[in-house]
């Protein structure tokens, strides 16, 4: 007997029986329910966005060190009415475009007015425009697919891109990742309407290139704009490359030429040397923010990466795709086989050259691979509507056990940080991890009952469930690692800053940007070593210095030797995740 998605189906088998578990088939009733108009399936999938993204958006503190430092230069062209300088503390910035940071400064505006002026502390508000582009890039994958795939089978990959580990913290973070993965899905979708649609399924050269599509130039150029205004130089690197590998594959260069690419260019070039205006007109930094900036001192930069060979990437895609990623590996070796088609062809175009380019680069940043998952998800919803992953045609499909186990490594890794660092459990979560987990053994061991589909929709199901354990309950009660958040009340709870008074704050051996965000009153935190810290008690008035224990020695003896009185306040323990350290944090103020 052959199921709906062309995979053997055993009616006797024990999962599948009549009463035994009803979750698989009322999830697929609903899919299929939703895949009946294109209106059904984007309202599915918004709600669906907002179940896979919204836990922890709103509980998780701020996350050090890119989240934490995208956000403060937000808050500081809030609070300085400056839209083209980007800056955290006196630090300037100016190759950062500036995008993504007018969303940020203008949903924080908007909450000023609403909330006051405690909004600019909010990180939740930072975060709401990378949860409306995440919820786009999954809207924009489902309309990319459309031109490869009919409609169920787009919003089965739409609905694998949601679920995906990397995008749902891209979307919860205030980064501008899931902008470029919106923008991204938006350029290709435009431009397969214009290589696949108009050209089939023929494997051999492609047709001459059609008039002008006016509606999809402005998509594919408007989504070059954005990604432009939102990551800068990288953004052309995820189309630009694929459509070199396809004019080499083709023999063509000719591949644009509906897409109206010099007019298309010429935008972007005005928008490009707008950008370099602006930053001049900005000004460099004079003689006095020097001297304020060696005041102040550094804040901890952005993540620079890591070095690893080649390689790297195939091995974080396991988590960063989970829990689609074993689905891909069913799929890669099926698709390779047609890669003369034209869509799987432009897929792997839009995958392939872009991963070895970035495999071979000597620094890895996770976030650069994903604006290859739309592709990867179209592709396995392209073999599943074909019928190609059929388990009788492949002997991978234990490699869907990784489900349960990814899915139970990630509860235990949870459970084990909060009992390590915090000495304590979430009893709420267990109830939800261990359904999630029961789901996903369900799905990979009915897989050959099920069908891929259906059993890909229970993971995905058992996923949300255990996802909401990990990010609503046990990642935002970690409160060893969220250490900025309890200096700043502690600062707070100072009796000159509960007086009404301007409080200025100074920190030696923490320098995390978070705790400038967080800190209160509108002076900027500065970041000092032990010996400093003394010096800037000693300049009196309503003050407080976090003193990290190995600056505390430098710290005592030069408040000794200036005979300064110091007072010791709260002692805050914690970890610091981007150290990979302990720290015990001590408040310290001038005695009276």
């Not at 998780?60 to 956000?71: K, L």
């Not at 990437?313 to 988590?319: D, T, V």
């Not at 003369?340 to 062809?345: E, H, Q």
Request: glycine share 8%; net charge positive; aromatic share 8%.
């Amino acid at each position: 007997m052959i199921s709906r998605t062309g995979t053997h189906k055993k009616p006797g088998s024990p999962l599948a029986a009549p009463g035994r578990l009803r979750a698989a088939e009322r999830i697929l009733a609903l899919f299929d329910a939703c895949s009946r108009s294109n209106l059904r399936a984007c309202l599915f999938l918004v709600g669906l966005s907002l179940i896979a993204f919204l836990p922890g958006l709103f509980a998780i503190p701020v996350v050090d060190r890119d989240e934490a430092r995208t956000a403060q230069i937000s808050r500081q062209m809030v609070e300085g009415g400056s839209l083209t300088d980007t800056r955290i503390g006196v630090e300037a910035r100016h190759t950062r475009p500036f995008g993504f940071y007018w969303l940020q400064a203008g949903v924080v505006a908007l909450g000023e007015v609403v909330a006051g002026e405690g909004a600019v502390h909010t990180i939740a508000l930072y975060r709401l425009p990378s949860l409306a582009a995440g919820i786009g890039a999954v809207l924009l994958t489902f309309w990319a697919a459309l031109a490869f795939v009919r409609r169920r089978a787009a919003l089965l990959a739409a609905t694998l891109l949601a679920s995906s580990a990397a995008i749902g913290i891209a979307a919860r973070l205030a980064v501008p990742d899931a902008v470029l993965v919106a923008a991204v899905a938006a350029m290709m979708g435009a431009f397969a309407r214009v290589y696949v649609g108009r050209g089939g399924e023929n494997v051999g050269r492609p047709p001459l290139p059609a008039a002008i599509d006016v509606k999809l130039a402005a998509i594919f150029w408007g989504g070059l704009c954005a990604a432009l205004m939102a990551k800068g130089v990288l953004a052309p690197l995820y189309v630009a490359v694929p459509l070199v590998a396809l004019a080499a594959a083709d023999r063509s260069v000719r591949l644009l030429r509906p897409l109206a690419p010099f007019h298309g260019l010429a935008v972007c070039l005005l928008l490009v040397a707008n950008w370099f205006v602006l930053r001049h007109w900005t000004g460099t930094e004079s003689a006095a923010e020097t001297a304020e900036r060696l005041l102040i001192g550094r804040v901890a930069p952005f993540f620079p990466g890591f070095t690893a060979l080649p390689g790297a990437y195939l091995l974080m895609f396991w988590g960063l795709f989970w829990p689609a990623a074993p689905l891909a590996a069913l799929t890669l070796p099926i698709l390779w086989k047609a890669r003369r088609l034209r869509s799987v062809r432009c897929l792997l175009a839009w995958v392939l050259p872009v991963w070895l380019v970035l495999e071979f680069y000597p620094t890895k940043i996770p976030g650069f691979v994903l604006p290859t998952f739309p592709a990867i998800a179209i592709l396995i919803a392209l073999a599943v509507e074909r019928g190609a992953l059929a388990l009788a045609n492949t002997r991978l499909v234990r490699l869907l056990w990784l489900w349960p186990v990814i899915g139970a490594l990630i509860a235990v890794l949870a459970l084990l940080g909060l009992a390590i660092f915090d000495r304590t459990t979430s009893v709420l979560s267990w109830p939800l991890l261990l359904l999630g987990f029961f789901a996903l053994v369900i799905a990979a061991g009915s897989v050959r009952d099920y069908g891929v589909e259906k059993a890909t929709l229970l993971a995905v199901a058992g996923m949300l469930v255990s996802g909401f354990g990990v990010m609503q309950l046990i990642v935002p009660n970690l409160q060893s690692i969220w250490v900025s958040p309890r200096l700043a009340e502690a600062a707070s709870a100072e009796a000159c800053a509960r007086a009404g008074q301007p409080i200025a704050i100074g920190s030696a051996g923490f320098n995390e940007p978070s705790l400038m965000l967080l800190a209160p009153g509108a002076v900027p935190v500065r970041f000092l070593d032990g010996a400093a810290a003394a010096d800037f008690l000693q300049e009196g008035g309503c003050r407080a210095v976090f003193v990290e224990r190995r600056q505390e020695m430098r710290f005592v003896r030069r408040a000794e030797a200036l005979g300064l009185r110091v007072d010791r306040g709260a002692d805050i323990p914690g970890y610091d995740y981007n150290e990979g350290r302990r720290v015990r944090i001590s408040l310290y103020r001038r005695a009276n």
